[in-house]
């Protein structure tokens, strides 16, 4: 299984882009949006998943661990594949997405892109129970151990763990981004 790649963005052509790493180029499905982020030449880690069908091998890459938790959850959800999981993570903010199964918000998750009432109750009826007992939670998804993912964010950069937990003690946030972007600049 190959978790988490880090390399250079050496081809982004919207949907995907082509990582080098060692010198190999390794073509990862990335979410709209996250795709204008990611420009030639940028170091970046995408977590992964890697789907295994019998005539190819696809990578889907995120930037933030808990898009890839999310599209695990609904690869899970009969009647949604890959490619409604990609447009479902392009158009959400992952905690409100957690928040909203959690509440049972049919009318909130049938908005979502590729999935209508049908699927959107399959959602909430496949995932309502997990994602209480994943994170721990019968109300609101908050910001599960953010300071622990940027804290491995950092040290995936290359900082001491102390480092990297002192700087992200110094800083403010409400998203892992904000929290590793705040560190850097207090490790600078």
Same mark, same amino acid.
């Given at each position: 299984? =190959?978790?988490?790649?880090?390399?250079?963005? $050496?081809? *982004?052509?919207? %949907?995907?882009?082509?990582?080098?790493?060692?010198? $190999?180029?390794?073509?990862?499905? &990335?979410?709209?949006? +996250?795709?204008?982020?990611?420009?030639?030449?940028?170091?970046?880690?995408?977590?992964?998943?890697?789907?295994?069908?019998?005539?190819?091998?696809?990578?889907?890459? @995120?930037?933030?661990?808990?898009?890839?938790? +999310? @599209?695990?959850?609904?690869?899970? &959800?009969?009647?949604?594949?890959?490619?409604?999981?990609? *447009?479902? !993570?392009?158009? =959400?903010?992952?905690?409100? @997405?957690?928040?909203?199964?959690?509440?049972?918000? =049919?009318?909130?998750?049938?908005?979502?892109?590729? =999935?209508?009432?049908?699927?959107?109750?399959? !959602?909430?009826?496949?995932?309502?129970?997990?994602? /209480?007992?994943?994170?721990?939670?019968?109300?609101?998804?908050?910001?599960?151990? %953010? *300071?622990?993912?940027?804290?491995?964010?950092?040290?995936?950069?290359?900082?001491?763990? *102390?480092?990297?937990?002192?700087? $992200?003690?110094? $800083?403010? /946030?409400? %998203?892992?981004?904000?929290?590793?972007?705040?560190?850097?600049?207090?490790?600078?």
């Amino acid at each position: 299984m =190959i978790s988490m790649l880090r390399g250079e963005v $050496v081809q *982004n052509t919207g %949907s995907d882009v082509t990582l080098m790493i060692a010198g $190999v180029g390794y073509l990862v499905h &990335v979410p709209a949006g +996250i795709d204008q982020r990611l420009a030639c030449g940028d170091e970046v880690t995408l977590y992964t998943t890697l789907i295994v069908r019998d005539d190819s091998l696809d990578l889907y890459g @995120f930037t933030d661990q808990r898009q890839k938790e +999310i @599209f695990s959850l609904l690869l899970n &959800v009969s009647g949604v594949g890959p490619k409604t999981a990609m *447009n479902v !993570i392009a158009g =959400i903010e992952p905690n409100r @997405f957690l928040d909203e199964v959690v509440s049972e918000n =049919i009318s909130y998750l049938s908005t979502l892109p590729g =999935i209508g009432k049908k699927s959107a109750q399959r !959602i909430v009826l496949e995932l309502k129970e997990k994602i /209480a007992k994943l994170y721990k939670t019968s109300g609101r998804v908050g910001p599960v151990n %953010s *300071n622990e993912d940027a804290v491995a964010a950092l040290v995936a950069l290359g900082y001491s763990e *102390n480092q990297a937990r002192k700087a $992200v003690g110094c $800083v403010q /946030a409400d %998203s892992v981004e904000d929290l590793v972007r705040g560190a850097l600049k207090e490790l600078m």
